[in-house]
């Protein structure tokens, strides 16, 4: 398995430097003026190798995390309650939050709904919260870490 991904490593490797070095060759200005007529086929595919490269990461990320959950259950019952603070965070926020900004802003080139306006209300009401949390999480550590 190594030594598969080690070539499949090296192969990425050099058809990004290869895609690269044709970007760089073509120029700046070219390839701007060719993006405004539709064409991106000098990009594209440096494009797809970092599709592939981000999707073989993600896979692998999210395989090892599952793996490590399941075999593990102390991390398992620490995860789920972490995803839990989050979801009741966010039910909060949303609680907290109105659509009362509806209309006043531009989504997509129309005014805003009040569902969208009431989601963008509670993505910050939950920025808010978990700011909150995070200074007061450290000072807490600070007072603790003097007081021992």
Not at 32 to 42: E, M
Not at 51 to 79: A, E, H, M, P
Not at 94 to 116: H, I, R
Request: hydrophobic letters at 60%; charged letters at 10%.
């Amino acid at each position: 398995m190594y030594k598969i991904l080690k070539i499949v490593a090296a192969i990425l490797s050099l058809l990004g430097i290869v895609f690269l070095v044709r970007i760089i060759a073509k120029g700046d200005e070219p390839i701007k003026a060719a993006a405004l007529n539709g064409d991106t086929a000098i990009v594209d595919p440096m494009a797809w190798v970092t599709y592939v490269i981000f999707g073989i990461t993600l896979l692998f990320v999210l395989f090892f995390v599952l793996k490590n959950l399941f075999t593990d259950t102390g991390s398992l019952k620490n995860t789920l309650i972490g995803v839990g603070a989050f979801v009741a965070v966010l039910v909060i926020a949303y609680a907290l939050s109105s659509g009362s900004d509806a209309g006043k802003f531009m989504y997509n080139g129309a005014p805003a709904t009040a569902n969208e306006s009431h989601l963008v209300g509670a993505g910050l009401v939950a920025f808010y919260i978990l700011i909150i949390a995070a200074a007061a999480s450290m000072v807490w550590a600070g007072v603790k870490k003097m007081t021992t």
